[in-house]
């Protein structure tokens, strides 16, 4: 595993993994409808509104913008879903890590830990 990145944790505490898609514009979201489950959703925008329909089959969520108060933040509390705020990638471009399988951690002190399989 290799630590990709790092973010403010702000919702559930649980380890997830998954496939990691960047969620971009409401076309992303609508090819997601039927095939969800199992995805760790990458956003830019931490009051994104357009993911409500997919929410309950994400696996998790990451915003490499906003903190605890985010409208994203907010929501996925609500789904119990793990979610990084605020997220510093360690990576140029994040476009070689879509598709692949990466993992959320809490590291116990509200940082939110991002790895690659």
């Known amino acids: 595993m290799k630590l990709i990145g790092e973010g403010l944790s702000c919702s559930s505490k ?12 409401i076309e992303d979201v609508i090819q997601l409808f039927d095939c969800a489950q ?3 959703c990458l ?3 931490a009051g994104i509104t357009t993911l409500g329909p997919i929410l309950s089959d994400l696996t998790g ?7 605890a108060g985010s ?11 793990p979610c990084i705020m605020g997220t510093k990638l360690h990576v140029e471009n994040t476009s070689i890590l879509i598709g692949k399988q990466v993992q959320i951690k809490y590291d116990g002190d509200n940082n ?3 790895y690659l399989l």
């Open 38 to 40: 199992g995805k760790i």
């Open 112 to 114: 939110g830990l991002i």
């Open 14 to 25: 649980k380890e997830v993994l998954g496939e990691l898609v960047h969620v971009k514009t």
């Open 61 to 67: 969520t990451i915003c490499t913008t906003g903190g």
């Open 71 to 81: 409208h994203l933040a907010i929501i996925s509390r609500e789904f119990g879903l």
């Open 43 to 45: 956003v830019d925008d």
